[in-house]
T-cell receptor, first 114, second 113 residues
Framework: AQSVTQLGSHVSVSEGALVLLRCNYS??????LFWYVQYPNQGLQLLLK??????LVKGINGFEAEFKKSETSFHLTKPSAHMSDAAEYFC????????????FGQGTRLTINP | GAGVSQSPSNKVTEKGKDVELRCDPI?????LYWYRQSLGQGLEFLIY????????KSGLPSDRFSAERTGGSVSTLTIQRTQQEDSAVYLC???????????FGSGTRLTVV
């Protein structure tokens, strides 16, 4: 069954430092992968998605993620953290060919230190 | 509407009471999803509606939970005889198709006391 694992429930970086949030997937078919962000007291917002086109995917707010089949990974990065990036980030995988629902990881809370 | 609208934003109820949570999706979105977000538990899939097809209810945790979608638009999630473990944020999302991602509402925070 398709699933995702997010390594690290909390990540803390300094403002201006590299952000790296890890996501590994498990899928018996080519996966379709997503990153979502949730700001406090808000719903989730789509950051970016991988749907079997380019392996390096660029999203909103300067984030990007690289699909690496050999490592079954889809890590999220941003070269320089900003205070406004503080939020919870969720990795998700589409479940099953022809299926519509997504399975989400447990989430990683990102804290930015001034 | 411009986004997915959920009501109420907060609901406090007594154990054993029934509650109804409402979701108004983006106009034209054929797919509608309910997820539950508990503290430290991530997002748990509950139910999915797609057009006129039979809903995917595989995530509903018990028969106390039910949902309907009227006229292919507004959806109501009903929890009967609420329990304390039902306390969570209930998120609704809609989509035109999985590859476009979901648009989420702000959620309903349910507290059972």
């Amino acid at each position: 069954a398709q699933s995702v694992t997010q390594l690290g429930s909390h990540v803390s970086v300094s403002e201006g430092a590299l952000v790296l949030l890890r996501c590994n997937y498990s899928s018996s078919v080519p996966p379709y992968l997503f990153w979502y962000v949730q700001y406090p007291n808000q719903g989730l917002q789509l950051l970016l998605k991988y749907t079997s086109a380019a392996t390096l995917v660029k999203g909103i707010n300067g984030f990007e993620a690289e699909f690496k089949k050999s490592e079954t990974s889809f890590h999220l990065t941003k070269p320089s953290a900003h205070m406004s990036d503080a939020a919870e980030y969720f990795c998700a995988v589409r479940v099953g060919q022809g299926a519509q629902k997504l399975v989400f990881g447990q989430g990683t809370r990102l804290t930015i230190n001034p | 509407g411009a986004g997915v609208s959920q009501s109420p934003s907060n609901k406090v109820t007594e154990k054993g009471k029934d509650v109804e949570l409402r979701c108004d999706p983006i106009s034209g979105h054929t797919a509608l999803y309910w997820y539950r977000q508990s503290l430290g538990q991530g997002l748990e899939f509950l139910i999915y509606f797609q057009g006129n097809s039979a809903p995917d209810k595989s995530g509903l945790p018990s028969d106390r939970f039910s949902a309907e979608r009227t006229g292919g638009s507004v959806s109501t999630l009903t929890i009967q005889r609420t329990q304390q473990e039902d306390s969570a944020v209930y998120l609704c999302a809609s989509s035109t198709g999985w590859n476009y991602g979901y648009t989420f509402g702000s959620g309903t925070r349910l507290t059972v006391v």
